[in-house]
C-alpha cells in the first residue's frame, strides 16, 4: 500500500488529489496530509490531516520521518501574487525553504517527490509555453516558484515538477478560486474590472489532480505541463463563466492588465502551458473551458476568495 504525504492540505488541489484518490482507490493509499492552518477539515475524504503551525522546518520534518511516505505531494505555495510581491521573505519561506525540507525528508527516505509549478515562472511574451522553453519570470511568486524548481532539479532526488495554470472549480468551501472571487464581486455593485489582455488556459481542479495521480502511480521525472484545453483572456474566461451560470454580462468591464494591476505585481500577460506531451503520454485530454463550466454547472460549485 503506497505511503503518501500531503503537504498543503488544505489546497484546493490537495482537495481534488484526495477526493480522486478516495474514489478510485477504495483504501489502497495510505495518506497523510499535513497543514499550516488549524480548525476544521481535521480530515478529508476520511485522511487525517496533522496541524504544523507555520510549517515549522523542524516539526515538519519530524512528521515526514515518523511517517516514512514513499511518496510526498507538495501544493502548498503563498499564491496570491501580490502578497508575494509585498511579503517577500513570507514568500520564500513558504514557495521555497519548504520545498528544501522536503526535499531533505526525501533524501534520507529515498522518496519521490512531486512538487507543482506555474506558468508564471514564464514572462509572459509569447505562451502558451511547452516544458523546454526558457523561464523568465517577472514578478516575486515566479521567482519563488522557480527557486524551488531549481531546489528540486540539483537535488539528486526522484521528482517531478508538475507546471499548471490558473486553476478553477473548486467544490471545498475551505478553499479559494477565480470563480469564488467573481462572485463575491458580483454582491457588490458597480463594474467588475477584469484583464482583456492577460491569457492562460485555466485547468479544471478534476483534470489537474488527474494528472497529479498519474505521476504518482506512475512516478516519472522531469518536468511536465499540464492546462485547460481553451487559451483565453480573463475577460473571455469570465464572460464564459458569467454566461454559464446566468449572471449579468453588463457588469464586467474589460480594462487592461496594465490599468488593472497599476502598482500591484506585473502579470505575465501571454502565458499558458501546452498540455499535449502530457496528454499523449498518459492518455488525459483535459475539458475545454465550455465543458468544464457545464461539468461545474451540473455539479452546483460553492467557492471562496481570491487567488493567482
Ligand atoms: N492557484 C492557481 O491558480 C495556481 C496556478 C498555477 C500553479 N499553482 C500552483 O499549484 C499549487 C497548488 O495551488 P492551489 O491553488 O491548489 O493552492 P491554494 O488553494 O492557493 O492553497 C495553497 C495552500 O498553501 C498553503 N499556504 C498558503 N499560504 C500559506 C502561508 N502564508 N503559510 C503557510 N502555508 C500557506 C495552504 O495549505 P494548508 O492550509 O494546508 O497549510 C494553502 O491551502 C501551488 O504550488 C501553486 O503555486 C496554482
Redesign the pocket.
Known amino acids: 500500500m503506497p505511503r503518501l504525504l500531503v503537504?498543503?492540505?488544505?489546497?484546493?488541489?490537495?482537495?481534488?488529489v484526495l477526493r480522486a484518490l478516495r474514489a478510485r482507490s477504495r483504501g489502497d493509499w495510505e495518506v497523510l496530509?499535513?497543514?499550516?492552518?488549524p480548525g476544521e477539515p481535521r480530515e478529508i475524504y476520511g485522511y487525517p490531516?496533522q496541524v504544523?503551525p507555520?510549517?515549522h522546518r523542524r516539526h515538519l520534518r519530524n512528521i515526514c520521518l515518523w511517517w516514512e511516505p514513499e511518496l510526498i505531494l507538495?501544493?502548498?505555495?503563498?499564491?496570491?501574487v501580490d502578497?508575494c510581491e509585498r511579503e517577500r521573505q513570507?514568500?520564500w519561506?513558504?514557495?521555497v525553504a519548504?520545498v528544501e525540507v522536503l526535499v531533505g525528508v526525501c533524501r534520507v527516505l529515498g522518496s519521490y517527490l512531486v512538487?507543482?509549478?506555474?506558468?508564471?515562472i514564464f514572462d509572459g511574451a509569447n505562451g502558451p509555453y511547452e516544458e523546454h522553453a526558457r523561464p523568465c519570470p517577472v514578478n516575486y511568486?515566479g521567482k519563488t516558484?522557480l527557486a524551488?524548481e531549481n531546489v528540486c532539479q540539483s537535488s539528486g532526488i526522484s521528482v517531478a515538477i508538475l507546471?499548471?495554470?490558473?486553476?478553477?472549480g473548486?467544490p471545498a468551501p475551505?478553499?479559494?478560486?477565480?470563480l469564488g472571487w467573481l462572485r463575491q464581486r458580483l454582491e457588490g455593485e458597480g463594474p467588475i474590472p477584469v484583464a482583456a489582455d492577460l491569457y492562460t488556459n485555466?485547468?479544471l481542479?478534476e483534470d489537474?489532480a488527474q494528472a497529479i495521480v498519474c505521476l504518482l502511480q506512475e512516478r516519472p521525472t522531469g518536468v511536465f505541463h499540464i492546462g485547460g484545453r481553451s487559451w483565453v483572456s480573463r475577460y473571455e474566461f469570465a464572460r464564459a463563466v458569467f454566461d454559464a451560470f446566468g449572471y449579468p454580462q453588463e457588469r464586467l468591464q474589460p480594462v487592461p492588465a496594465q490599468q488593472l494591476y497599476a502598482g500591484r505585481a506585473q502579470r505575465p500577460l501571454r502565458a499558458g502551458l501546452k498540455w499535449e506531451h502530457f496528454a499523449q503520454r498518459w492518455g488525459i485530454v483535459p475539458h475545454s473551458l465550455a465543458e468544464a463550466l457545464e461539468f461545474l454547472r451540473q455539479r452546483g460549485y460553492s467557492a471562496g476568495a481570491r487567488?493567482?
Open positions: 503537504v498543503g492540505a488544505k489546497s484546493k488541489t490537495a482537495e481534488a496530509g499535513v497543514s499550516h492552518r490531516v504544523v507555520g510549517y507538495n501544493t502548498a505555495a503563498v499564491t496570491d502578497r513570507h514568500a519561506w513558504v514557495n519548504l512538487q507543482l509549478s506555474t506558468d508564471y511568486y516558484k524551488a507546471r499548471t495554470t490558473l486553476i478553477f473548486t475551505w478553499c479559494s478560486d477565480i485555466p485547468i481542479v489537474l487567488t493567482e
